[in-house]
């Protein structure tokens, strides 16, 4: 092997060893033509001992056409969570309804405010993942 392959692999040997450590996340993306609102839940039992319920919702995030946002950055606390979209007249609803305030919030479940509505928020099934991209289609 030449010095100059070796002096390559050594730096890219090297290069892979010092990495940083591997992130996880919850993605969401924008696959409309359209800005959307988002919003996530995810399992959190330090919100047991606020509210009661061991799950924290948050939102709004903007979504532009194409934009991508990541909404949680940790693992993935469990197999399921929860979101909800809308914009450009398209919903993305379920059947899990709770409490969503109307501007920005980071909030336990089972606790609101008066300038909120109730949604129906979709149940997602991530599996063993510990990141995801879910991405909004038209």
């Not at 010095?3 to 409309?32: D, S, V």
């Not at 919003?39 to 934009?67: F, R």
Request: hydrophobic share 35%; charged share 10%; glycine share 12%.
């Amino acid at each position: 092997m030449s010095t100059h392959k070796l002096a390559t692999a050594l730096a890219l040997a090297i290069g892979l060893g010092t990495a940083g450590e591997a992130q996880a996340w919850m993605q969401f993306c924008n696959g409309t033509s359209v800005a959307i609102w988002t919003t996530y839940d995810w399992y959190a039992p330090a919100c047991a001992s606020e509210g009661g319920i061991p799950w924290q919702k948050q939102g709004w995030w903007s979504l532009n056409p194409g934009e991508c946002k990541i909404v949680f950055g940790p693992s993935l606390p469990s197999r399921y969570s929860y979101y909800y979209a809308e914009g450009g007249g398209k919903v993305w609803a379920g059947a899990y309804t709770t409490c969503t305030p109307n501007a920005a919030f980071n909030l336990c479940e089972g606790i609101c405010n008066t300038n909120a509505r109730s949604l129906g928020y979709r149940e997602l099934d991530t599996g063993s993942y510990t990141n995801y991209t879910m991405t909004f289609n038209p």
